[in-house]
């Protein structure tokens, strides 16, 4: 089983429309949770921690559900620029070294 | 501003040459990472390393070695290049885990063995 799990999508959706992508995760010790953006043939970039209260930035939210071991990120709005691929990243406390899940590609069309 | 540069954006090598690949971080991090990524099978660890000299085996450590000589260089060497490891690297660095944790990366280097 991998430790971190994604949907690879693509989600292929209008702009404006509201999209959300979930991630689980295996390893009950996880204590960092993160979302990262990759665009194409680029680095990846934190886009957002994800805090146990939950956090939003604009128009991005992210929520942790620890019971359930799963992280999500809601897109509302989408614009054009939005189209990348987003990693759930995940790490143990004290550790030095995060899990990436494979991404979620996202492409927002006209 | 982090910044990690990468020696070279494209490369392209031959089957048994010794490829070099160079990073360097500007911020003073103590841990630095190299990955590739392939479609598919997204970011692998190769090796990673908490301190100057020190480096421990990632998840797919076989055909690499790596040089931490400095604190801000972390050098990723292919012994006798194969053409199994065309692909993208990436270096990352990062500080030790703690409040601010995260991790940079590098604009990575397209690595053709052909």
């Known amino acids: 089983r991998k430790e971190v799990e994604q949907d690879p999508g693509p989600f292929n959706v209008p702009e404006g429309a509201t999209v959300a992508f979930n991630c689980t995760y295996s390893?009950?010790?996880?204590?960092?949770f993160f979302w990262y953006r990759q665009d194409c043939r680029k680095e990846p970039k934190l886009l957002m921690s994800?805090?146990?209260s939950g956090n939003e930035d604009g128009r991005f939210t992210a929520q942790l559900n620890r019971a359930s071991q799963y992280i999500s990120l809601l897109i509302r709005d989408s614009k054009l620029s939005d189209s990348a691929t987003y990693l759930c990243?995940?790490?143990?406390?004290?550790?030095?070294?995060?899990?990436f899940g494979r991404g979620t590609s996202l492409i927002v069309h006209p | 501003d982090v910044k990690v540069t990468q020696s070279s954006r494209y490369l392209v090598k031959r089957t048994g040459e010794k490829v070099f690949l160079e990073c360097v971080q500007d911020?003073?991090?103590?841990?630095m990472f190299w990955y590739r990524q392939d479609p598919g099978l997204g970011l692998r660890l190769i090796y990673f390393?908490?301190?100057?000299?020190?480096?421990e085996k990632g998840d797919i450590p076989e055909g690499y070695s790596v040089s931490r000589e400095k604190k801000e260089r972390f050098s990723l060497i292919l012994e006798s290049a194969s053409t199994n490891q065309t692909s993208m690297y990436l270096c990352?660095?990062?500080?030790?885990?703690?409040?601010?944790?995260?991790?940079?990366f590098g604009p990575g280097t397209r690595l053709t063995v052909t």
């Open positions: 990352a660095s990062s500080p030790n885990p703690g409040q601010n944790y995260e991790q940079y």
């Open positions: 390893n009950s010790a996880s204590q960092s």
């Open positions: 994800v805090y146990s």
């Open positions: 990243v995940v790490k143990a406390g004290g550790s030095y070294i995060p899990t």
């Open positions: 911020m003073d991090h103590e841990n």
């Open positions: 390393s908490y301190d100057v000299k020190m480096k």
